[in-house]
């Protein structure tokens, strides 16, 4: 029984290395430190992901431009007899790209809402793993 007790106290000793009775200031202040990295982590990450929109939507933007110029010179390469339809043509494509480009702006913001929601839960997860250590 005696040498239960001790090996208990041991493996207690071992569980919490930094116990002691003072030591509660330092446990806070160990806390608050682990917050504000979490905080200045979950900010870069908060940029990163709004970088990474901002790139993602120039491109597309972009894109849709050159898309719109290449059909306005294709337009102006066939023979101008029905301006008038060559005109609706134009709008109508156009209106179908400016909607594209909103839809699939509106998908990327969504993902990318979503990966940071899990890069913040995984934060969270470790950062209660190294609190509990």
Do not use: H, W
């Amino acid at each position: 029984m005696k040498r239960l007790s001790i090996l208990l106290v041991l493996i207690l000793a071992m569980a919490i290395p930094s116990f002691c009775f003072g030591a509660e200031p330092q446990e806070k202040e160990g806390a608050q430190i682990t917050k504000q990295e979490v905080r200045q982590i979950l900010q870069q990450l908060k940029d990163r992901k709004k970088k990474e929109y901002e790139q993602f939507k120039k491109q597309l933007i972009d894109g849709r431009k050159m898309e719109l110029q290449e059909f306005k010179e294709k337009l102006k390469a066939t023979i101008p007899q029905d301006q008038e339809k060559m005109k609706k043509d134009f709008e109508q494509k156009k209106k179908d790209l400016r909607e594209q480009t909103k839809k699939e702006l509106a998908e990327k913001q969504n993902k990318l809402n979503e990966d940071l929601k899990q890069l913040l839960e995984q934060e969270k997860k470790e950062l209660e793993g190294k609190m509990k250590k």
